[in-house]
Protein backbone atom coordinates (compact mmCIF):
# COMPACT_ATOMS: atom_id res chain seq x y z
CA UNK A 1 0.00 0.00 0.00
CA UNK A 2 1.79 3.30 -1.12
CA UNK A 3 1.83 6.31 1.43
CA UNK A 4 2.23 9.94 0.96
CA UNK A 5 5.89 10.65 0.64
CA UNK A 6 6.72 7.23 -0.99
CA UNK A 7 8.70 7.50 -4.66
CA UNK A 8 5.89 5.96 -6.56
CA UNK A 9 5.65 4.60 -10.48
CA UNK A 10 2.11 5.68 -11.87
CA UNK A 11 1.33 3.54 -14.67
CA UNK A 12 -1.84 4.35 -16.92
CA UNK A 13 -3.06 3.26 -20.26
CA UNK A 14 -1.04 6.57 -21.60
CA UNK A 15 2.00 6.98 -19.84
CA UNK A 16 4.43 5.48 -17.06
CA UNK A 17 5.07 8.74 -14.48
CA UNK A 18 7.63 8.75 -11.64
CA UNK A 19 7.68 11.18 -8.75
CA UNK A 20 6.40 11.37 -4.91
CA UNK A 21 3.58 10.52 -4.01
CA UNK A 22 1.24 13.55 -1.98
CA UNK A 23 -1.26 13.48 0.11
CA UNK A 24 -4.47 13.84 -1.18
CA UNK A 25 -8.23 15.17 0.34
CA UNK A 26 -9.87 13.61 -2.68
CA UNK A 27 -10.12 9.79 -3.18
CA UNK A 28 -11.04 9.80 -6.53
CA UNK A 29 -7.54 11.51 -7.77
CA UNK A 30 -3.70 10.26 -7.05
CA UNK A 31 -0.87 13.36 -7.25
CA UNK A 32 2.49 13.16 -7.64
CA UNK A 33 5.17 16.01 -7.37
CA UNK A 34 7.43 15.15 -10.99
CA UNK A 35 11.59 15.75 -9.96
CA UNK A 36 10.60 19.23 -11.46
CA UNK A 37 8.91 20.39 -9.34
CA UNK A 38 5.32 20.37 -10.56
CA UNK A 39 2.80 18.34 -9.56
CA UNK A 40 0.82 16.08 -11.77
CA UNK A 41 -2.93 14.66 -11.59
CA UNK A 42 -4.30 11.24 -12.42
CA UNK A 43 -7.68 10.28 -11.82
CA UNK A 44 -7.73 7.17 -10.18
CA UNK A 45 -9.78 5.49 -12.54
CA UNK A 46 -7.22 5.83 -15.57
CA UNK A 47 -4.41 4.33 -12.61
CA UNK A 48 -3.67 0.77 -13.94
CA UNK A 49 -0.67 0.46 -11.69
CA UNK A 50 1.19 2.14 -8.34
CA UNK A 51 4.38 0.65 -8.00
CA UNK A 52 6.14 1.52 -4.76
CA UNK A 53 9.99 2.85 -5.69
CA UNK A 54 10.95 4.10 -2.28
CA UNK A 55 9.60 4.04 0.78
CA UNK A 56 9.61 7.18 2.84
CA UNK A 57 11.95 7.36 5.34
CA UNK A 58 11.53 6.78 8.81
CA UNK A 59 12.87 9.58 10.40
CA UNK A 60 10.82 11.97 7.97
CA UNK A 61 7.34 10.04 8.87
CA UNK A 62 7.71 11.75 12.39
CA UNK A 63 7.45 14.66 11.55
CA UNK A 64 3.90 16.74 12.05
CA UNK A 65 1.90 18.07 8.91
CA UNK A 66 -1.25 19.86 9.46
CA UNK A 67 -3.99 20.22 6.67
CA UNK A 68 -4.69 23.62 6.04
CA UNK A 69 -8.30 24.21 6.54
CA UNK A 70 -7.75 27.48 5.03
CA UNK A 71 -8.17 25.91 1.66
CA UNK A 72 -8.50 22.87 1.12
CA UNK A 73 -7.95 22.91 -2.79
CA UNK A 74 -4.68 23.92 -2.15
CA UNK A 75 -4.01 20.36 -0.75
CA UNK A 76 -1.54 22.58 1.16
CA UNK A 77 0.33 21.04 4.49
CA UNK A 78 2.24 23.02 6.93
CA UNK A 79 4.72 21.96 9.22
CA UNK A 80 3.92 23.94 12.52
CA UNK A 81 4.32 27.53 12.85
CA UNK A 82 8.10 28.23 14.58
CA UNK A 83 7.38 30.84 16.70
CA UNK A 84 9.79 33.77 15.32
CA UNK A 85 13.23 34.38 17.18
CA UNK A 86 14.08 38.17 17.82
CA UNK A 87 16.79 39.42 14.59
CA UNK A 88 19.45 42.00 15.81
CA UNK A 89 18.51 45.33 13.98
CA UNK A 90 21.54 46.82 11.93
CA UNK A 91 20.61 50.25 12.93
CA UNK A 92 22.94 51.49 9.37
CA UNK A 93 20.28 49.83 7.34
CA UNK A 94 16.63 50.75 6.38
CA UNK A 95 14.01 48.19 7.52
CA UNK A 96 11.58 46.28 4.85
CA UNK A 97 8.50 44.93 5.66
CA UNK A 98 7.99 41.75 3.83
CA UNK A 99 3.84 40.81 3.34
CA UNK A 100 3.35 37.06 2.23
CA UNK A 101 -0.01 36.06 0.93
CA UNK A 102 1.43 32.86 -0.35
CA UNK A 103 1.71 31.34 -3.60
CA UNK A 104 5.10 29.64 -4.63
CA UNK A 105 6.98 32.32 -3.21
CA UNK A 106 5.97 31.03 0.22
CA UNK A 107 6.94 27.66 0.03
CA UNK A 108 9.09 25.02 -0.18
CA UNK A 109 8.78 21.10 -0.99
CA UNK A 110 8.88 19.06 1.50
CA UNK A 111 11.18 15.88 -0.57
CA UNK A 112 9.43 13.62 1.90
CA UNK A 113 6.32 13.91 0.90
CA UNK A 114 6.16 16.17 -1.92
CA UNK A 115 3.71 18.61 0.01
CA UNK A 116 4.40 22.40 -0.16
CA UNK A 117 4.69 23.92 3.03
CA UNK A 118 4.91 27.48 3.79
CA UNK A 119 7.77 29.68 5.01
CA UNK A 120 6.97 33.21 6.51
CA UNK A 121 8.82 34.33 9.27
CA UNK A 122 11.98 37.16 8.63
CA UNK A 123 14.37 34.49 10.29
CA UNK A 124 13.30 31.66 6.99
CA UNK A 125 13.44 34.40 4.73
CA UNK A 126 17.32 35.57 5.95
CA UNK A 127 18.29 32.07 6.49
CA UNK A 128 17.22 31.39 2.75
CA UNK A 129 19.08 34.35 1.41
CA UNK A 130 21.50 35.99 3.90
CA UNK A 131 22.04 38.24 1.15
CA UNK A 132 19.20 40.41 2.40
CA UNK A 133 21.11 41.02 5.47
CA UNK A 134 23.61 42.97 3.89
CA UNK A 135 20.71 45.12 2.56
CA UNK A 136 17.77 45.50 4.90
CA UNK A 137 16.43 44.82 8.05
CA UNK A 138 13.19 42.58 7.61
CA UNK A 139 9.89 42.62 9.07
CA UNK A 140 7.16 40.37 8.25
CA UNK A 141 3.73 39.83 8.34
CA UNK A 142 1.81 36.46 7.10
CA UNK A 143 -1.32 38.13 5.41
CA UNK A 144 -2.28 35.36 3.88
CA UNK A 145 -1.36 32.12 2.45
CA UNK A 146 -3.49 30.92 -0.67
CA UNK A 147 -2.99 30.22 -4.50
CA UNK A 148 -3.53 34.16 -5.99
CA UNK A 149 -5.86 31.84 -8.41
CA UNK A 150 -8.55 31.62 -5.66
CA UNK A 151 -8.45 35.46 -4.77
CA UNK A 152 -11.39 37.64 -4.59
CA UNK A 153 -11.61 41.86 -4.26
CA UNK A 154 -11.57 41.13 -0.19
CA UNK A 155 -8.18 39.79 -0.37
CA UNK A 156 -7.13 42.71 -2.10
CA UNK A 157 -8.77 45.32 0.78
CA UNK A 158 -6.76 42.73 3.46
CA UNK A 159 -3.34 43.07 1.79
CA UNK A 160 -3.86 47.03 0.72
CA UNK A 161 -4.83 47.46 4.52
CA UNK A 162 -1.76 45.38 5.58
CA UNK A 163 0.35 48.21 3.54
CA UNK A 164 -1.15 50.98 4.77
CA UNK A 165 -0.41 49.57 8.60
CA UNK A 166 3.20 49.53 7.46
CA UNK A 167 3.77 52.55 5.16
CA UNK A 168 2.17 54.75 8.32
CA UNK A 169 5.56 52.61 10.67
CA UNK A 170 7.18 54.53 7.89
CA UNK A 171 9.67 51.63 6.51
CA UNK A 172 11.73 51.97 3.97
CA UNK A 173 9.40 49.94 1.44
CA UNK A 174 7.05 47.01 1.26
CA UNK A 175 8.00 43.47 -0.62
CA UNK A 176 4.61 41.40 -1.67
CA UNK A 177 5.26 37.51 -1.74
CA UNK A 178 2.07 36.64 -4.32
CA UNK A 179 1.25 33.98 -6.12
CA UNK A 180 2.03 34.33 -9.91
CA UNK A 181 -1.06 33.73 -11.40
CA UNK A 182 -3.02 36.50 -10.54
CA UNK A 183 0.08 38.98 -8.99
CA UNK A 184 -0.70 41.48 -12.50
CA UNK A 185 -4.52 41.94 -10.93
CA UNK A 186 -3.28 42.71 -7.77
CA UNK A 187 -0.97 44.84 -8.65
CA UNK A 188 -3.01 46.90 -10.97
CA UNK A 189 -5.89 46.52 -7.88
CA UNK A 190 -3.51 48.12 -4.85
CA UNK A 191 -2.29 50.77 -8.07
CA UNK A 192 -6.04 51.95 -8.34
CA UNK A 193 -6.55 51.64 -4.43
CA UNK A 194 -3.57 54.10 -3.53
CA UNK A 195 -4.25 57.34 -4.85
CA UNK A 196 -1.52 58.00 -2.68
CA UNK A 197 1.61 56.21 -1.59
CA UNK A 198 4.57 57.38 0.25
CA UNK A 199 7.35 54.79 -0.37
CA UNK A 200 7.80 51.88 -2.66
CA UNK A 201 5.67 48.30 -3.19
CA UNK A 202 7.22 45.71 -5.05
CA UNK A 203 5.14 42.25 -6.01
CA UNK A 204 7.20 39.75 -6.08
CA UNK A 205 6.43 36.09 -7.11
CA UNK A 206 8.23 33.34 -7.70
CA UNK A 207 7.88 30.42 -11.10
CA UNK A 208 9.99 27.78 -9.01
CA UNK A 209 10.12 27.40 -5.15
CA UNK A 210 12.53 29.33 -2.93
CA UNK A 211 14.27 25.94 -2.17
CA UNK A 212 14.76 25.05 -5.59
CA UNK A 213 17.98 24.93 -7.55
CA UNK A 214 16.49 27.09 -10.45
CA UNK A 215 14.52 28.93 -8.21
CA UNK A 216 13.85 32.50 -9.46
CA UNK A 217 12.93 33.53 -5.80
CA UNK A 218 16.35 34.94 -4.73
CA UNK A 219 16.79 37.65 -6.79
CA UNK A 220 13.76 38.95 -7.05
CA UNK A 221 13.48 39.60 -3.65
CA UNK A 222 17.19 40.45 -3.41
CA UNK A 223 17.04 42.79 -6.14
CA UNK A 224 13.38 44.12 -4.91
CA UNK A 225 15.12 44.77 -1.55
CA UNK A 226 18.49 46.86 -3.23
CA UNK A 227 15.57 48.83 -5.31
CA UNK A 228 13.45 49.74 -1.80
CA UNK A 229 16.97 50.54 -0.18
CA UNK A 230 18.65 52.53 -2.80
CA UNK A 231 16.05 54.73 -4.75
CA UNK A 232 13.22 57.35 -4.46
CA UNK A 233 10.56 55.14 -5.98
CA UNK A 234 6.91 55.39 -4.70
CA UNK A 235 4.12 53.60 -5.84
CA UNK A 236 3.21 50.16 -6.72
CA UNK A 237 5.14 47.95 -9.20
CA UNK A 238 6.26 44.23 -9.70
CA UNK A 239 10.17 43.21 -9.63
CA UNK A 240 10.90 39.30 -11.24
CA UNK A 241 12.95 38.31 -13.98
CA UNK A 242 13.39 40.58 -16.60
CA UNK A 243 15.23 37.25 -19.05
CA UNK A 244 15.20 33.73 -18.01
CA UNK A 245 18.91 33.71 -16.57
CA UNK A 246 19.82 35.23 -13.74
CA UNK A 247 21.24 38.84 -14.94
CA UNK A 248 18.68 41.68 -13.95
CA UNK A 249 15.33 42.02 -12.46
CA UNK A 250 12.48 44.83 -14.39
CA UNK A 251 10.58 46.76 -12.17
CA UNK A 252 7.18 47.21 -13.99
CA UNK A 253 4.10 49.35 -13.28
CA UNK A 254 1.58 47.66 -11.68
CA UNK A 255 -1.12 48.24 -13.96
CA UNK A 256 0.99 47.14 -17.50
CA UNK A 257 2.11 43.99 -16.46
CA UNK A 258 1.53 40.66 -17.20
CA UNK A 259 2.03 36.94 -17.19
CA UNK A 260 3.40 35.99 -20.96
CA UNK A 261 4.47 32.69 -19.83
CA UNK A 262 3.75 29.39 -17.98
CA UNK A 263 6.49 28.63 -16.43
CA UNK A 264 9.34 30.52 -17.25
CA UNK A 265 10.83 32.62 -15.33
CA UNK A 266 10.90 35.72 -17.45
CA UNK A 267 7.14 35.11 -17.85
CA UNK A 268 6.57 38.81 -16.42
CA UNK A 269 6.39 41.73 -19.37
CA UNK A 270 5.89 45.08 -19.83
CA UNK A 271 2.96 45.72 -22.44
CA UNK A 272 3.25 48.63 -24.42
CA UNK A 273 5.66 50.34 -22.54
CA UNK A 274 8.92 49.76 -21.03
CA UNK A 275 10.09 48.73 -17.68
CA UNK A 276 10.51 51.40 -15.22
CA UNK A 277 14.12 50.47 -13.81
CA UNK A 278 16.36 46.96 -14.38
CA UNK A 279 18.09 46.31 -10.96
CA UNK A 280 20.77 43.73 -10.75
CA UNK A 281 23.27 42.90 -7.86
CA UNK A 282 25.61 45.51 -9.21
CA UNK A 283 23.06 48.53 -10.17
CA UNK A 284 20.15 49.98 -10.98
CA UNK A 285 19.51 51.76 -14.41
CA UNK A 286 16.19 53.78 -14.62
CA UNK A 287 14.36 53.32 -17.87
CA UNK A 288 12.07 55.81 -17.90
CA UNK A 289 12.74 59.28 -16.04
CA UNK A 290 9.12 60.41 -15.30
CA UNK A 291 8.24 57.50 -12.51
CA UNK A 292 6.33 58.51 -8.93
CA UNK A 293 8.66 59.82 -6.29
CA UNK A 294 8.59 59.99 -2.64
CA UNK A 295 6.93 63.39 -1.81
CA UNK A 296 5.88 63.50 1.40
CA UNK A 297 3.84 61.36 4.17
CA UNK A 298 0.24 60.96 2.52
CA UNK A 299 -1.50 57.90 1.99
CA UNK A 300 -4.45 58.01 0.18
CA UNK A 301 -6.46 54.44 0.24
CA UNK A 302 -9.77 53.86 -1.60
CA UNK A 303 -9.96 50.23 -1.38
CA UNK A 304 -13.95 49.80 -2.52
CA UNK A 305 -14.92 47.31 -5.62
CA UNK A 306 -18.13 46.37 -7.24
CA UNK A 307 -18.34 42.78 -7.41
CA UNK A 308 -21.18 42.81 -10.64
CA UNK A 309 -18.33 43.70 -13.13
CA UNK A 310 -17.68 40.97 -15.78
CA UNK A 311 -14.48 39.91 -18.53
CA UNK A 312 -15.86 38.71 -21.76
CA UNK A 313 -13.50 37.21 -24.30
CA UNK A 314 -14.95 37.16 -27.46
CA UNK A 315 -14.39 34.59 -30.25
CA UNK A 316 -16.13 33.42 -33.71
CA UNK A 317 -19.65 31.16 -33.16
CA UNK A 318 -20.20 33.23 -30.11
CA UNK A 319 -23.81 32.20 -28.18
CA UNK A 320 -25.40 35.15 -27.41
CA UNK A 321 -26.78 33.51 -24.44
CA UNK A 322 -23.19 34.85 -23.08
CA UNK A 323 -24.27 38.69 -23.73
CA UNK A 324 -27.73 37.74 -22.13
CA UNK A 325 -25.65 36.05 -19.38
CA UNK A 326 -23.45 39.29 -19.06
CA UNK A 327 -26.00 41.93 -20.25
CA UNK A 328 -28.57 40.60 -16.97
CA UNK A 329 -25.93 40.13 -14.24
CA UNK A 330 -23.48 42.87 -14.03
CA UNK A 331 -23.56 46.61 -13.62
CA UNK A 332 -20.37 46.94 -16.19
CA UNK A 333 -18.43 44.68 -17.98
CA UNK A 334 -15.10 44.52 -19.97
CA UNK A 335 -15.11 42.89 -23.88
CA UNK A 336 -11.95 41.50 -24.65
CA UNK A 337 -12.32 42.27 -28.50
CA UNK A 338 -10.65 40.80 -31.46
CA UNK A 339 -7.74 42.99 -33.30
CA UNK A 340 -8.86 46.68 -32.27
CA UNK A 341 -11.95 45.88 -30.43
CA UNK A 342 -14.49 44.09 -32.73
CA UNK A 343 -16.88 42.23 -30.94
CA UNK A 344 -19.37 39.70 -33.18
CA UNK A 345 -21.81 41.91 -33.09
CA UNK A 346 -22.25 42.92 -37.63
CA UNK A 347 -23.25 39.97 -39.27
CA UNK A 348 -26.12 37.27 -39.08
CA UNK A 349 -29.26 36.93 -36.58
CA UNK A 350 -27.30 35.93 -33.50
CA UNK A 351 -24.48 39.02 -33.81
CA UNK A 352 -27.26 41.38 -34.34
CA UNK A 353 -28.55 39.90 -31.76
CA UNK A 354 -25.71 40.91 -29.65
CA UNK A 355 -25.59 44.18 -30.72
CA UNK A 356 -29.23 44.70 -29.71
CA UNK A 357 -28.33 43.32 -26.21
CA UNK A 358 -25.36 45.86 -25.87
CA UNK A 359 -27.25 48.82 -27.35
CA UNK A 360 -30.07 48.60 -24.25
CA UNK A 361 -27.32 47.27 -21.64
CA UNK A 362 -25.84 50.90 -22.40
CA UNK A 363 -28.97 52.69 -22.98
CA UNK A 364 -30.43 51.53 -19.68
CA UNK A 365 -27.29 52.53 -17.30
CA UNK A 366 -24.70 49.90 -18.12
CA UNK A 367 -20.65 50.33 -19.09
CA UNK A 368 -19.69 48.12 -21.81
CA UNK A 369 -15.84 48.90 -21.71
CA UNK A 370 -13.70 47.64 -25.35
CA UNK A 371 -9.88 46.45 -24.65
CA UNK A 372 -7.94 44.31 -27.03
CA UNK A 373 -7.27 40.30 -27.02
CA UNK A 374 -4.03 41.52 -28.94
CA UNK A 375 -2.38 43.03 -26.07
CA UNK A 376 0.29 44.73 -27.65
CA UNK A 377 -1.12 48.04 -29.18
CA UNK A 378 -4.74 50.24 -28.80
CA UNK A 379 -8.64 49.72 -29.67
CA UNK A 380 -9.68 52.20 -31.84
CA UNK A 381 -12.99 53.61 -32.96
CA UNK A 382 -12.56 54.69 -36.50
CA UNK A 383 -10.61 52.20 -38.29
CA UNK A 384 -13.71 50.51 -38.90
CA UNK A 385 -17.15 50.87 -39.42
CA UNK A 386 -18.13 48.09 -37.26
CA UNK A 387 -15.75 49.63 -34.77
CA UNK A 388 -17.86 53.11 -35.44
CA UNK A 389 -21.46 50.99 -34.63
CA UNK A 390 -20.15 50.25 -31.25
CA UNK A 391 -18.53 53.60 -30.37
CA UNK A 392 -21.62 55.29 -31.34
CA UNK A 393 -24.14 53.17 -28.94
CA UNK A 394 -21.70 53.85 -26.04
CA UNK A 395 -19.16 51.41 -25.45
CA UNK A 396 -16.04 52.80 -24.04
CA UNK A 397 -12.74 52.23 -25.86
CA UNK A 398 -9.59 52.03 -23.54
CA UNK A 399 -6.87 52.48 -25.77
CA UNK A 400 -4.03 49.93 -24.78
CA UNK A 401 -5.37 49.46 -21.40
CA UNK A 402 -4.75 45.44 -20.51
CA UNK A 403 -8.54 44.05 -20.92
CA UNK A 404 -7.37 42.55 -16.87
CA UNK A 405 -6.54 45.91 -15.66
CA UNK A 406 -9.68 47.61 -17.10
CA UNK A 407 -11.59 44.82 -14.98
CA UNK A 408 -9.88 45.77 -12.17
CA UNK A 409 -10.15 49.80 -13.09
CA UNK A 410 -13.97 49.37 -13.87
CA UNK A 411 -14.62 47.22 -10.66
CA UNK A 412 -12.69 49.65 -8.80
CA UNK A 413 -14.13 52.79 -10.07
CA UNK A 414 -17.79 51.73 -9.49
CA UNK A 415 -16.73 50.41 -6.02
CA UNK A 416 -15.80 54.63 -5.29
CA UNK A 417 -17.18 56.37 -7.80
CA UNK A 418 -20.64 56.82 -9.35
CA UNK A 419 -21.93 55.84 -12.46
CA UNK A 420 -20.96 58.56 -14.36
CA UNK A 421 -17.65 59.67 -12.93
CA UNK A 422 -16.50 55.93 -13.65
CA UNK A 423 -17.75 56.79 -17.43
CA UNK A 424 -15.47 59.75 -17.54
CA UNK A 425 -12.57 58.25 -15.49
CA UNK A 426 -12.23 54.86 -17.33
CA UNK A 427 -10.43 56.35 -20.36
CA UNK A 428 -8.64 58.67 -18.60
CA UNK A 429 -4.66 57.32 -17.42
CA UNK A 430 -5.05 57.65 -13.87
CA UNK A 431 -2.19 55.70 -12.56
CA UNK A 432 0.05 54.30 -15.78
CA UNK A 433 -2.73 52.30 -17.34
CA UNK A 434 -2.99 53.71 -20.77
CA UNK A 435 0.56 54.68 -22.16
CA UNK A 436 1.43 57.90 -24.17
CA UNK A 437 4.40 56.25 -25.91
CA UNK A 438 3.72 52.85 -26.88
CA UNK A 439 7.00 50.69 -26.74
CA UNK A 440 7.21 46.88 -27.73
CA UNK A 441 9.40 45.28 -25.26
CA UNK A 442 10.87 43.05 -27.99
CA UNK A 443 12.33 46.29 -29.91
CA UNK A 444 13.46 47.39 -26.68
CA UNK A 445 15.48 44.92 -25.30
CA UNK A 446 16.96 44.34 -28.88
CA UNK A 447 18.20 48.20 -28.86
CA UNK A 448 19.60 47.84 -25.10
CA UNK A 449 21.22 43.92 -24.86
N1 LIG B 1 -0.86 28.98 -8.95
C1 LIG B 1 0.15 29.62 -8.15
C2 LIG B 1 -0.37 30.99 -7.70
O1 LIG B 1 -0.60 31.82 -8.52
C3 LIG B 1 1.42 29.72 -8.90
C4 LIG B 1 2.51 30.54 -8.23
O2 LIG B 1 2.49 30.79 -7.07
O3 LIG B 1 3.42 30.95 -8.90
O4 LIG B 1 -0.53 31.21 -6.54
Same mark, same amino acid.
Given at each position: MPHPGDRVKIVTKKSTEEGILMPTPDKNTVIIKLDNGYNLGFEKKDVTKIEILEEKKEHEMKKPLHFS???? %???RFHEPKKEPKEIKKNKALPTIAILHTGGTIASKVDYSTGAVTAKFTAEDTLEMFPELKNIANLETELVSNMM %?????FSDYQKIAQAVKKWAEKNVQGIIIGHGTDTLSYTAAALSFI????NLPVLLVGS?? %????? %????GLNLICAAKFIAETDFAGIATCLHQHSDDDNCAIINGTKV???? @?????AFQPINTTPIALVNLKEIKFLQKDYPKKMDNKVILKDKFETKVGLLKVHPNMDPKLFEFFTKNYQAFVIEGT?????? @????KDNLKNYGLLKKFIADGGIVAITSQCLYGAVHTHVYTNLTRLANIGCLFCEDMLPETAFIKLSWLLGNYSSEETKELLTKNLRGEISLHRTFEKEFIDKND
Open positions: SENE %SNV %SEDMHFEKIQR %SPDRG %SSDARKMH @TSRRDGLGHAP @TNLG
